[in-house]
């Protein structure tokens, strides 16, 4: 579907196309405490383990805010409202939702001194005139004439001596895909589970240690597995990941595609 037509349809967020692929909502009993999935909204991790509610994670509301402390729009609120009701809901009008506003939030959600990509260019240059060059990117995405830049590679030294490449995106890159991820959070938030906690607004290591301790000390555990894969994200098929994504998601805010695609064929991961 061409971008302005996807863009115009704003009267349903989604079409009822059952998904392909399902995976079960539950942890093996025997391993981890049981814990609801996030489609029960009056639950939190916190309560599926059996322990009192922290701070962090506590009546979380269905609009997370941005790094820049504004929360996302009533309309992303819709497209959340419905993930949430209809699980098996495939999205397909997204793109309307890429707004100037949030392409605004998404660019002071950025880290400042953040080195640039292949493009060269800085937050702070990019700040200078930065409301008439985000109605340029709002443009060009919704056009179909936004094409992400390949990603400019870099080594971090590791603990063990060896080296760890890392995939530092373009400025306008970043822009766009912290949008998407805004978007694109509505929908899967909805599905991922309570005592999952890497890389989700409103998380961290912190409440997962958290959640670890309670466990260990309230709760009856045979076993504690800790386990690390190696080289995990080179070897992993980023194609089946998109294929995962379009089991909800039908068009994936096609024009910003290629930006998450450049992420993902990249065979890095990205820093922002």
């Known amino acids: 579907m061409p971008a302005a037509e996807l863009g115009s349809r704003t009267a349903r967020e989604g079409s009822g196309?059952?998904?392909?692929?399902?995976l079960c909502e539950e942890s093996h009993s025997g391993v981890l405490p049981m814990n609801h999935s996030n489609k029960d909204t009056t639950t939190s991790a916190e309560s599926g383990e059996g322990r009192?509610?922290?701070?962090?994670?506590?009546?979380?509301?269905?609009?997370?805010p941005t790094q820049s402390g504004k929360g996302v729009s009533q309309r992303l609120a819709g497209v959340r409202k419905a993930a949430r009701?209809?699980?098996e809901m495939k999205f397909t009008a997204l793109l309307h939702h890429l707004?100037?506003?949030l392409l605004r939030e998404s660019f002071y959600s950025l880290k400042r001194k953040a080195a640039p990509g292949v493009d060269g260019v800085r937050w702070q240059e990019y700040e200078s005139g930065s409301e008439n060059r985000l109605v340029d990117l709002h443009g060009r995405v919704h056009r179909g004439a936004y094409r992400a830049l390949p990603s400019r590679r870099v080594y971090i030294q590791k603990e063990d001596g060896r080296q760890r490449p890392l995939g530092v995106a373009a400025l306008e890159d970043k822009i766009v895909q912290q949008a998407v991820v805004t978007?694109?959070?509505?929908i899967y938030?909805?599905?991922?589970?309570?005592?999952?906690?890497?890389f989700r607004p409103g998380r961290s290591q912190h409440d997962a240690l958290d959640a670890l301790s309670y466990a260990l000390l309230k709760k009856k555990v045979n076993y504690i597995l800790d386990a690390d894969i190696r080289g995990f994200f080179d070897n992993l098929d980023k194609s089946w990941m998109i294929q995962?994504?379009?089991h909800?998601?039908?068009v994936c805010v096609q024009p910003c595609k290629s930006s998450l695609a450049s992420s993902l064929f990249s065979g890095l991961p990205a820093v922002s």
Not at 183 to 186: A, E, F, M, S, Y
């Open 52 to 64: 009192p509610l922290i701070k962090e994670n506590a009546g979380q509301p269905n609009t997370y």
């Open 248 to 250: 909800r998601v039908g």
């Open 17 to 22: 196309h059952t998904a392909r692929v399902y």
């Open 183 to 186: 978007i694109l959070n509505q």
């Open 189 to 198: 938030e909805e599905d991922f589970l309570g005592f999952s906690y890497g």
């Open 99 to 101: 707004t100037v506003d």
């Open 244 to 246: 995962f994504m379009e």
């Open 85 to 87: 009701e209809h699980k």
